[in-house]
C-alpha cells in the first residue's frame, strides 16, 4: 500500500503485523516510511527508535534515522546517530 501511495491503510497494517510480532523488522520499517510519507516526523523518529530498540543489528534503521534528522535540520544529532 505504500508503493501505491495508501499511506494512511499501510500505517494501519504495519502496525497490526507489529502488534503481532513486535520484532518484525520489515514491517517497522514500513511503518516508518509510511509515515514518513504522512510528514508525521515527529512520530517517525518515535518509530525508529522502537524499531532500534527491538532489532538493533538492523543498521537500515540508524541510516533512516539520522537521514530522517538532516532533512529536518537536526544536523549534530544526526551526526552523532551515525558514528
Known amino acids: 500500500m505504500n508503493s ?3 499511506f494512511s491503510e499501510a500505517l494501519q497494517s504495519f502496525e497490526k503485523a507489529l502488534d503481532l510480532d513486535k520484532e518484525n523488522a520489515l514491517a ?3 511503518k516508518m516510511t509510511a ?3 504522512l510528514e508525521k ?3 517517525s523518529i518515535h518509530s525508529y527508535d522502537l524499531a532500534i530498540k527491538n ?3 538492523v543498521a537500515e534503521n540508524y541510516f533512516k534515522k539520522a537521514w530522517l534528522l538532516y532533512k529536518l535540520k537536526k ?3 544526526a551526526i552523532g546517530k551515525i558514528f
Open 55 to 57: 532489532n538493533p543489528d
Open 28 to 30: 517497522s520499517q514500513n
Open 41 to 43: 516526523f515527529n512520530k
Open 75 to 77: 544536523l549534530e544529532e
Open 4 to 6: 501505491l501511495g495508501r
Open 35 to 37: 509515515i514518513q510519507n
